[in-house]
């Protein structure tokens, strides 16, 4: 994105997943992200609310079009964990891994545990922060690394409660497989989570960057297991729901281009 597309008779169309100037806070990249945009024949974007942060910055067409999520989920969950809080994310800025970290210190459930899923090097400044604050959490969180899609959703399976302290999401993958698992949500309210977390009745939303809420929210499903049970079948169903939207979406697209092709 450091100049404007090459002038060329060939339409041009950009796929946003986020702003990326917006997501990590590296301000530098907007200008060369604007001009990109502008330059473009049509525009997709992951979520809705993209697409209105996106209108401000283009006059280009605008379509939606959710990426969905990836096959790490279970139908059912198999053998509930006592206390086994799920973190998904890479060491980014934008994603917040020690927060979420420190929201399960702030549970303080007795017996509970977490593991952190994802690329814990990513960033080296991110990777430091995870793992002093695992270190200072001790033996209740593990650190797993990348997993295999299986060794995911056996986790998805055994999960509580999925938490996030995402500041920016485009569309979260992880988010909608946790739902499609049957896993109550706890994050940040953020647009590109709430698009998908109907607050109290997927899961819980709190103010963004309020860790203790956070944490409070964590204890409150980890202590109420009707409750949690409850927002997690709603969490299934609202997968599910998307799941069928994204089906159609394909099969209009698969029409079309057969409808080209002859």
């Not at 597309?5 to 806070?25: D, M």
């Not at 069928?244 to 080209?260: K, T």
């Given at each position: ?54 209108e ?60 952190v ?35 995911l ?90 799941d069928?939207?994204?089906e ?15």
């Amino acid at each position: 994105f450091r100049h404007r597309p090459a002038r060329t008779k060939a339409p041009s169309v950009a796929l946003v997943h986020q702003l990326a100037g917006e997501a990590n806070g590296r301000g530098g990249r907007a200008e060369a992200e604007r001009s990109a945009l502008q330059g473009c024949h049509r525009v997709i974007a992951v979520s809705e609310w993209l697409r209105r942060r996106l209108e401000t910055i283009t006059r280009s067409p605008i379509e939606v079009i959710s990426p969905g999520r990836d096959r790490c989920f279970v139908a059912s969950p198999s053998s509930l964990e006592d206390g086994l809080v799920l973190c998904v994310g890479n060491a980014e800025p934008e994603k917040g891994v020690s927060q979420a970290i420190e929201a399960a210190g702030v549970a303080g459930r007795p017996g509970s545990t977490m593991v952190v899923v994802g690329d814990l090097e990513a960033d080296p400044r991110e990777a430091q922060m995870i793992h002093a604050v695992a270190s200072a959490a001790g033996p209740r969180v593990r650190l797993a690394g990348v997993l295999s899609p299986g060794e995911l959703a056996d986790l998805y399976s055994k999960a509580r409660v999925f938490v996030t302290a995402s500041r920016y999401e485009g569309w979260p993958i992880a988010v909608a497989e946790a739902m499609a698992s049957g896993v109550p949500v706890v994050g940040f309210d953020i647009p590109g989570l709430r698009e998908l977390v109907r607050p109290g009745t997927d899961g819980l939303l709190v103010a963004p960057g309020d860790v203790a809420a956070l944490g409070r929210a964590v204890a409150a499903l980890l202590s109420n297991r009707t409750l949690a049970a409850a927002l997690g079948a709603s969490a299934r169903e609202r997968a599910a729901a998307v799941d069928e939207r994204l089906e159609q979406l394909d099969n209009e697209l698969e029409l079309a281009e057969h409808r080209v092709a002859a």
